[in-house]
């Protein structure tokens, strides 16, 4: 564990958001959380877990504690013809993860390589990309109730995913640590089955029937459509897509021909691409100063220098106020604004 004071937040979040915390603490292993010492900052001060911050804006200086969660580890706990139950402390990297999955020939996670993060992150926003969401490989999220200081085992199902959510961003919001995941991983029999390669471009790019093919296809794509966090800053989507009613999507439909729709569970409602729509408004590449949207994709808010923590607040205002008055709805932020 390691405890400074007063310093800059601009190492630890992928925005490069240069703002001050009070205090923040690094933790190596999730028992440092129930050390007394640590324990009184987490009850008496205002308090944040970070992960490896690229999913969090922090829109002025923090006053309270930071938790960094830094804990690694990965451990089988059982295996059988099928599959392998895998213990994974939070503060893993989520693609430290992904790649010990594909060296052991589990398949899965291969989708979602290159999603800077922890492992312990992972379950909150219900992470996804290329047709596969996290949820599907998650057996249950170890968590310790802040109030209680007591630990509580969540099943896949009392997590209560969805899309980019979960009772981590709701019920629970504020309430908890999660100090480990539990995936249940398919053994990989040689085939990629037809839902890994949903995602146009990787239907035609997966030539070989590896997993490390299929790695390495969603990384070449990903680097093709994203800015690299080791040269901008950024959240990646700073936005999320909409799931509205059909009837709501015919209107926007006259108004932005050819807006795509996407089935969902539930029967009337459809998702729509809210990229399609900014696109058209003219949101691609637009630029303010040192912040802007990326060349390529108008859902992500990137600071292309030191854009101040308000310049980047105040042009997400801008993109939100200008869908509104387009579509009338309200265009929700995927990242966690402080
Ligand atoms: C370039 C780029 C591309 C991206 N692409 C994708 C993508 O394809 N798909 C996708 O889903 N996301 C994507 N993201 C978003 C981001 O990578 C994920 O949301 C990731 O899971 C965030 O992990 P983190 O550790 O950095 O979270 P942080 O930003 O550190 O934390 C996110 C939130 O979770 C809370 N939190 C973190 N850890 C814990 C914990 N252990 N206990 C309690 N609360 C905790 C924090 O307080 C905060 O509210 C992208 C981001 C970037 C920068």
Same mark, same amino acid.
């Given at each position: 564990?390691?405890? !400074?004071?007063?310093?800059?937040?601009?190492?630890?979040?992928?925005?490069?958001?240069?703002?001050?915390?009070?205090?923040?603490?690094?933790?190596?292993?999730?028992?440092?959380?129930?050390?007394?010492?640590?324990?009184?900052?987490i009850?008496?001060?205002?308090?944040?877990?970070?992960?490896?911050?690229?999913?969090?804006? =922090? /829109?002025? +200086?923090?006053?309270?504690?930071?938790?960094?969660?830094?804990?690694?580890?990965?451990?089988?706990?059982?295996?059988? +013809?099928?599959h %392998?139950?895998?213990?994974?402390?939070?503060?893993?990297?989520? &693609? /430290?993860?992904?790649?010990?999955?594909t !060296?052991?020939?589990?398949?899965?996670?291969?989708?979602l390589?290159?999603?800077?993060?922890?492992?312990?992150?992972?379950?909150?926003?219900? %992470?996804?990309?290329?047709?596969?969401?996290?949820?599907?490989?998650?057996e249950?999220?170890?968590?310790?109730?802040?109030?209680?200081?007591? !630990?509580?085992?969540?099943?896949?199902?009392?997590?209560k995913?969805?899309?980019?959510?979960?009772?981590?961003?709701?019920e629970?919001?504020?309430?908890?640590?999660?100090?480990?995941?539990?995936?249940?991983?398919?053994?990989?029999?040689?085939?990629i089955?037809?839902?890994?390669?949903?995602?146009?471009d990787?239907?035609?790019r997966?030539?070989?029937?590896?997993?490390? &093919?299929?790695?390495?296809?969603?990384?070449?794509?990903?680097?093709?459509?994203?800015? /690299?966090?080791?040269?901008?800053?950024?959240?990646?989507?700073?936005?999320?897509?909409?799931?509205? +009613?059909?009837?709501?999507?015919? +209107?926007?439909?006259?108004?932005f021909?050819?807006?795509?729709?996407?089935?969902?569970?539930?029967?009337?409602?459809?998702?729509?691409?809210?990229a399609?729509?900014?696109?058209?408004?003219?949101?691609?590449?637009?630029?303010?100063?040192e912040?802007?949207?990326?060349?390529?994709?108008?859902?992500?808010?990137?600071n292309?220098?030191?854009?101040?923590?308000?310049?980047?607040?105040?042009?997400?205002?801008?993109?939100?106020?200008? =869908?509104?008055?387009?579509?009338?709805?309200?265009l929700?932020?995927?990242?966690?604004?402080?």
């Amino acid at each position: 564990m390691r405890i !400074e004071k007063n310093i800059s937040l601009k190492p630890y979040n992928t925005f490069r958001v240069d703002v001050n915390a009070n205090l923040v603490i690094t933790i190596e292993n999730s028992e440092e959380l129930l050390l007394d010492e640590i324990y009184q900052y987490i009850s008496k001060t205002n308090t944040l877990f970070l992960g490896r911050g690229s999913n969090t804006l =922090f /829109s002025k +200086d923090f006053k309270g504690t930071i938790f960094l969660l830094r804990n690694e580890g990965i451990e089988v706990v059982k295996e059988n +013809d099928t599959h %392998i139950l895998v213990k994974v402390n939070a503060g893993e990297q989520w &693609n /430290s993860f992904v790649q010990w999955s594909t !060296e052991k020939n589990l398949i899965g996670l291969q989708n979602l390589i290159d999603i800077p993060g922890n492992v312990g992150s992972s379950p909150i926003q219900n %992470i996804g990309a290329y047709g596969v969401e996290v949820k599907d490989y998650i057996e249950s999220v170890n968590v310790l109730m802040l109030k209680e200081k007591e !630990e509580r085992i969540l099943s896949n199902k009392e997590c209560k995913f969805g899309y980019r959510d979960s009772i981590f961003k709701n019920e629970l919001k504020g309430q908890f640590v999660i100090t480990k995941v539990i995936f249940k991983l398919p053994k990989f029999k040689g085939k990629i089955e037809e839902k890994y390669l949903q995602y146009n471009d990787l239907k035609e790019r997966v030539k070989e029937h590896t997993l490390g &093919n299929l790695l390495n296809t969603v990384r070449d794509i990903r680097k093709e459509k994203l800015p /690299s966090i080791d040269e901008y800053g950024s959240c990646g989507s700073t936005f999320k897509n909409l799931l509205i +009613d059909t009837a709501k999507y015919k +209107d926007l439909e006259k108004k932005f021909p050819g807006l795509p729709s996407f089935e969902t569970e539930k029967g009337n409602t459809v998702k729509i691409p809210t990229a399609y729509i900014l696109d058209k408004l003219g949101w691609k590449n637009k630029r303010e100063g040192e912040v802007g949207t990326w060349i390529y994709h108008p859902l992500i808010v990137t600071n292309y220098g030191n854009a101040s923590a308000g310049e980047i607040v105040a042009f997400i205002g801008k993109i939100q106020q200008d =869908f509104k008055k387009n579509t009338g709805l309200y265009l929700e932020t995927e990242i966690n604004i402080f």
